[in-house]
């Protein structure tokens, strides 16, 4: 089963019926969280949101807790939240996407895609990752193809996993194949 | 008898009624025999109890009205400050016992002339627009919204023919989800393009709309699809509305069943070009007319997104209640179905004070003087009627 925490945004049903085509989902808000279910959920998956990954004290809590036990995936403010509680700088960029579609590609040869392979997304984020960016088994595996802002991260070993873009939206094509590959992890 | 003498007669008569847009033309709904006044106590037993009616098995096994914004707020917890504004009723239903077929010429000659005070008084100008407008664009930058659409209102003082005027909009503007309600002392008319829910059984679809284009000689359906797509704003504010209600339609439809069913095409009426898309979902089992309801409501494409952080954001700043407007009009039938749009384009006239609302949005490439004369033309089109 998996447990996606949304953060009240209007895109997690999206991804909820997204997650559903594979296995058994479960999904509350992050401040009405079930506790058993949350300890029997495989999968935690971290929603979009508005705000920044500071204003969400709670899940930054939940990630500390299940880090390296269980598989953790974040989603636009979810992959800031990762990042964040990796002790990375979230910042606010000088372009801002929302509801652009955008190209990203496969920059690491150690990815879960391979390398130079590339996919239209669709995009919906004021904040990003402030770079130069190190944490421990953490690595940049996606990236804008025009802008070079980081797109995914992976953590192959603790099966840490974030996308910067919306896997879930009608923008990005084929978005169930990066579910399906993580998940298969 | 003809439309055109039954407009007459039931203008004459002084009862209230309701006139909603309907395929072939519009269908009037009169005699009504229950009138509720919703209130944040009552509103949702009112809705529970709609489909506990016993159907007669007659086209009238419905109630048909509105919801104003606020209400549809509380509805999802949402709350909002003490406003200044009409104090309007949150929300009226009707039950009726007459149905009219109206044929889509409406003509109607008023029974005396409106009085009105021609000058319409702004409540935003220029510089608190600005203001507002730049606040909100800081909040698009910090992620807290990626669309907000401020609302700017229209007022007098006047004595209207509803009908009258509802007529006349209808002949140069034959909208989709247009409707009027005539009650005592206040009135509705609206020519409102959006439909929010059309539910039959167990299926559901909303046709949002995000981008219009004016009819000119030189222009064709083509040319407008054209347009829409090179212009990028108008794009991703519209990739952003189908997201979004592609996920309002996900909390209460079976997984695997929302899809877009006409994606980002052109519709044309009489005097506009709309771009739309229109999603479909298969509902969950057991899910009631409130879900539904609350799933849905207030419509995403008229107040921005994500839903909740922007209303949030709106309440915050806007000072006099939006009554009607962005709220839903539409009918919820005893079996179920409904039909609901969302309430823009709108003349409310309560106890001989007319309001006219209009919104236009802000995303992170708006500019603020742009937006301003949008919505001075978006409440133009209304305040000519009043010539």
Do not use: W
């Amino acid at each position: 089963m998996i447990y996606i925490i949304d953060h009240k945004d209007s895109f997690t049903h999206n991804i909820v019926h997204q997650f559903s085509n594979f296995t058994d989902v479960e999904c509350s808000n992050f401040n009405n969280l079930n506790q058993k279910k949350l300890d029997k959920a495989k999968t935690i998956v971290f929603s979009p949101g508005p705000g920044s990954p500071k204003d969400y004290p709670h899940s930054a809590k939940i990630y500390n807790r299940y880090k390296g036990k269980k598989k953790i995936i974040g989603i636009c403010l979810g992959f800031q939240q990762i990042l964040y509680c990796e002790k990375a700088k979230i910042v606010e960029q000088n372009k801002i996407y929302h509801g652009f579609q955008s190209e990203v590609k496969v920059t690491s040869k150690n990815s879960l895609f391979r390398k130079n392979q590339k996919f239209k997304v669709g995009r919906y984020h004021s904040l990003k990752l402030k770079e130069p960016f190190y944490a421990k088994d953490f690595e940049i595996t996606m990236r804008c193809a025009i802008s070079n802002v980081a797109m995914a991260i992976e953590n192959n070993k603790e099966k840490i996993y974030g996308f910067q873009f919306h896997p879930e939206s009608f923008l990005t094509e084929n978005g169930n194949l990066f579910i399906k590959k993580i998940l298969s992890t | 008898m003809t439309t055109q003498d039954y407009l007459k007669t039931i203008s004459k008569s002084k009862k209230p009624f309701v006139i909603y847009k309907s395929n072939k033309g519009y269908d009037l709904y009169t005699d009504f025999s229950k009138k509720v006044i919703l209130t944040n106590k009552n509103i949702n037993n009112f809705i529970k109890n709609i489909n506990k009616n016993k159907s007669k098995r007659n086209n009238t096994d419905l109630y048909i009205g509105f919801f104003g914004y606020e209400i549809l707020n509380n509805l999802i917890g949402v709350k909002l400050q003490k406003q200044k504004g009409l104090k309007f009723p949150k929300g009226i239903f009707y039950k009726p016992e007459t149905k009219i077929n109206l044929s889509n010429k409406l003509n109607y000659k008023p029974l005396k002339l409106a009085k009105s005070n021609k000058i319409f008084k702004i409540n935003l100008n220029k510089a608190s627009y600005e203001n507002i407008f730049n606040k909100f664009i800081k909040k698009i930058k910090s992620g807290e919204t990626y669309q907000i659409k401020i609302c700017t209102k229209y007022k007098n003082s006047s004595q209207v023919d509803s009908l009258d005027f509802f007529c006349r909009l209808t002949k140069s503007n034959m909208a989709p989800e247009a409707f009027m309600i005539k009650d005592k002392n206040y009135s509705i008319i609206s020519c409102s393009p959006e439909n929010l829910i059309t539910k039959r059984n167990d299926i559901i679809t909303t046709k949002p709309i995000a981008g219009t284009l004016k009819k000119s000689k030189k222009l064709n359906k083509t040319k407008a699809l054209a347009f829409f797509k090179k212009n990028l704003k108008e794009t991703k504010e519209h990739n952003m509305i189908v997201d979004m209600e592609r996920s309002d339609l996900s909390k209460i439809c079976k997984p695997g069943t929302v899809k877009i069913i006409k994606k980002k095409i052109v519709e044309e009426y009489k005097d506009l070009y709309h771009y739309v898309s229109l999603i479909a979902g298969k509902l969950k089992k057991n899910i009631s007319t409130l879900d539904i309801i609350k799933g849905m409501m207030p419509g995403g494409s008229v107040i921005g997104c994500p839903k909740i952080s922007t209303l949030n954001l709106l309440n915050a700043q806007e000072k006099e209640s939006r009554n009607i407007y962005t709220g839903s009009f539409g009918y919820i039938k005893f079996n179920g179905d409904m039909r609901f749009n969302i309430i823009i384009r709108s003349i409310l006239n309560y106890r001989n004070n007319s309001e006219i609302s209009v919104a236009s949005g802000v995303v992170i490439d708006s500019n603020a003087n742009h937006e301003f004369n949008e919505n001075y033309i978006k409440a133009k089109a209304l305040m000519d009627l009043y010539k």
